[in-house]
């Protein structure tokens, strides 16, 4: 009887032991829940957004990734802070009976400048030697910029990453650490026009390009460098291969081999025309485009410079389409130093295009700068004209000036601009140096006329002066009641010192349709009209448009159906 009571015994105690071993497991993963023995899964977070996951009954793949991490967490000193903030921080979630627990690694290509904070919050640095380990892993790869995948960008536009890549890059101690495989699947379609223009984010030393054309025949095969231009004359497509080879050299930090693969979309080269090869300060051209996808990719670059409304602002021109063309006006400004030296300048522009680039010589001629006197009452003018009441019309019109339209109301016309008031005699012209002889403030004292004043009697009513939108009704203290007209292409005229307006902003003008009645708004002391024409915020001399018109290349006004003829006669 008492063996049958002993044998009962051991049967329930081999019986319980598993749940006791169970419980005594969870007690101690409960109080240490980051240990080889009790963590069955980890999942990293890198940076750069990869992640890795490790399992200890599912795949395997990340095992070297979990066992250093376990490496530099059971090699580490416990310390108060980090020792600085310039860090990568990879986020590992540790999963233990069901529990999941978070930990920090603050990692830095210096193997003595590597910690990690616990689930506690407590930070530990790791030693040096398993710091190290992980630095020559793959893992670590995105501590050292040299590691980044070459990036090539075609035409300027779009970018595209490799489709094979056998890359090495310099890691801790100076070792070379290899990255292979494929890094991207996709093949993009991608409009090309006058050549391929490719360029690395890594200046490769070769370059070679295959060409296969949509019969499957092989258009070109060979350097990059000696392509032929009139493979990309006429529309096509070609299935485009690149292969581009880094060689090891001293002082580089990574080598290698990347190929890349797209579709590139043939179009017609862009072609660029002037209006004109001569100039004047305060005057403009146009530029005129075809061929042309997106007008945001159009190169420009100026010697001199084009400068904006002041020698601290380039001006850049901004493209608008019409009529299969994109046009643009660039404005030759009075604000720069040379015109007030009456510097003549050669204006060495290029324009650029999906590879294609076109030189224009534009001979900008001087501008005399006439001065004149003006004897206003030092009461108005610091009530009217002070340094406040100039940087507020400058902040008022800061947002039409700067307004895009992609309608060009002037090229629906026949491009002439007429005059806002009819009969009337210009009585302060453009360009003109003021000079107010009763200023008190210095900086006030000197400024130069934007626009035109005409003289003008009661209830003169004052027209649009080219077809329009208004985009602007309003007054300043300068300025008075003022309308601004965009007229497009970035050309906007300005009506000011109104006594009543007769327009509303989003109103769409024909030319000569009534804006407002002549005033005495703002700083003036008669009864006048200040006008102003303007390439976004550059004031430009309007005498020319009111002659000849607005003018286009003449190539271009001929396939536009624009006759000039009669305006040449004339």
């Known amino acids: 009887m008492k063996k049958k009571i002993v044998t009962i015994a051991l049967i329930a105690l081999v019986a319980i032991i598993p749940t006791v071993v169970a419980v005594i497991s969870y007690s101690n993963a409960s109080k240490n829940p980051v240990t080889r023995n009790s963590v069955s899964s980890v999942e990293v977070f890198t940076p750069n957004k990869t992640t890795y996951t490790y399992s200890k009954t599912g795949d395997s793949a990340a095992k070297d990734l979990y066992d250093m991490l376990f490496d530099m967490n059971e090699n580490s000193k416990k310390v108060n802070t980090l020792n600085g903030d310039d860090y990568a921080c990879y986020i590992a979630d540790y999963t233990s009976y069901n529990r999941k627990n978070t930990y920090y690694y603050y990692l830095s290509s210096n193997p003595d400048n590597v910690y990690y904070k616990d689930n506690n919050g407590d930070y530990y640095k790791v030693d040096s030697k398993y710091a190290g380990t992980f630095l020559l892993s793959t893992y670590a790869a995105q501590l050292f910029p040299q590691s980044s995948q070459p990036v090539l960008t075609v035409a300027e536009k779009t970018s595209i990453l490799p489709i094979d890549l056998a890359w090495s890059y310099l890691s801790h101690e100076n070792e070379f650490i290899k990255i292979n495989g494929n890094t991207s699947t996709a093949v993009e379609t991608i409009d090309v026009s006058g050549g391929l223009e490719l360029s690395f984010d890594k200046e490769p030393d070769f370059v070679y390009v295959t060409l296969i054309d949509q019969d499957g025949n092989t258009a070109f095969d060979g350097l990059y460098e000696n392509i ?192 806002p008031v009819k009969g009337r005699q210009i009585s302060v012209g453009y360009g003109i140096k003021m000079i107010l002889e009763n200023a008190t403030d210095s900086a006030n004292k000197t400024y130069w006329h934007e626009g035109v004043n005409y003289s003008v009697k009661t209830n003169d009513e004052v027209y649009a002066c080219l077809p329009g939108k208004v985009i602007f009704v309003g007054e300043t203290t300068m300025s008075g009641k003022t309308v ?87």
């Not at 009543?500 to 769409?508: E, L, P």
């Open 484 to 570: 601004v007209v965009e007229h497009g292409a970035g050309l906007k005229s300005l009506y000011a010192h109104l006594s009543s307006t007769s327009v509303s902003v989003g109103d769409i003008l024909s030319k000569q349709d009534l804006i407002g009645i002549v005033g005495t708004t703002g700083f003036v002391t008669n009864r006048a009209l200040h006008f102003g024409l303007y390439v976004f915020d550059v004031p430009v001399r309007y005498y020319d448009s009111e002659t000849y018109g607005i003018r286009l290349n003449q190539e271009v006004a001929e396939v536009l159906g624009i006759d000039y003829s009669a305006v040449d006669e004339g």
């Open 228 to 419: 032929d231009r009139d493979l990309f004359i006429d529309n096509t497509v070609y299935c485009v291969s690149v292969i581009a080879k880094w060689y090891e050299s001293d002082g580089r930090a990574y080598y290698g081999e990347a190929t890349y693969k797209y579709t590139a979309n043939v179009l017609s080269p862009a072609v660029f025309n002037i209006s004109s090869n001569v100039s004047k300060y305060g005057d403009f051209i146009v530029v005129s485009a075809k061929n042309i996808v997106d007008p945001a990719l159009i190169g420009f670059a100026s010697e001199p410079a084009v400068y904006g409304n002041d020698e601290d602002t380039r001006f850049t021109p901004t493209f608008f389409k019409y009529a299969g063309y994109y046009h643009a006006l660039i404005p030759f400004s009075l604000a720069t130093s040379d015109a007030n030296r009456n510097q003549e300048k050669d204006f060495k522009m290029t324009f650029s295009y999906g590879g294609v680039y076109q030189d224009f010589s534009v001979n900008v001629k001087a501008r005399v700068i006439q001065n004149k006197y003006v004897s206003t009452s030092a009461e108005i003018i610091n009530s009217k004209f002070t340094t406040a009441t100039r940087e507020t019309f400058k902040s008022v019109m800061s947002a039409p000036f700067a307004n895009i339209c992609n309608d060009i109301y002037w090229l629906d016309d026949d491009n002439m601009l007429v005059q």
